[in-house]
């Protein structure tokens, strides 16, 4: 009899297992499919090369894989992958020892969120386009990141906070204080040209 209700044990145990193995591939390819287009096009945005972007948001899914069991706060899954990317596309360009915000290629149809004025062909599109890639080029990371977050991405500032690691004050604070640098570089550049 006691076999019968080890064995009986084990063969639950195992179904449960399975159970969940198969409720944790479920909710990865869920995550997945809702998360890559964002998260990508925001790499895309800090980095400014397609093949960067692509390397960096597999690693990100890599590591929300490997990290998932032990996982708890899921209510805040956009928080947690925003900043596995943020963190990833800072080191990428750290290990560079450059800092490329924008890419000069006009963003395709599927991207959403951008706040780059369209390519045109036009003279004085192409010109704007790179006023705002040097203004963003010449601001200090964590501000740059805050405004990419907060304005090209339209994520609040309470998410934004999450991302990066301080407080919702202090990431409305740097977002305000983007803005302003980004401004006062934006008019900087515009005047040199």
Sequence with gaps: MRKSAD?????????????SLSDDAHALSALYERFWRPIHFYIYRLL??????????????????TAWNGFH?????????????????????????????W????????????????DDGGIAEVGEREHIRLAIAN?????????V????????YQEVAAIVGISPNAAATRISRAKKMFVEQYQHISQAF
Aim: hydrophobic share 35%; aromatic share 8%; net charge negative.
């Design 149 to 156: 977050l907060n304005v090209a991405r339209g994520v609040p």
């Design 48 to 65: 400014g090369s397609q093949e960067d972007a692509d390397d960096v948001t597999q690693e990100v899914f890599v590591r929300v894989f």
């Design 103 to 118: 890419s000069l290629i006009p963003p395709t149809r599927d991207e959403e969120g951008c706040f780059l004025p369209t």
């Design 73 to 101: 706060d899921r209510d805040n899954l956009s928080a947690w992958l925003y900043r596995i990317a943020t963190n990833l596309s800072v080191d990428l360009l750290r290990r560079r020892k450059r800092i490329s915000w």
């Design 139 to 147: 601001m200090p990371e964590e501000y740059a990141v805050a405004l």
């Design 7 to 19: 064995a009986y044990k084990e063969h639950t145990c195992k179904k449960s297992s399975e159970a």
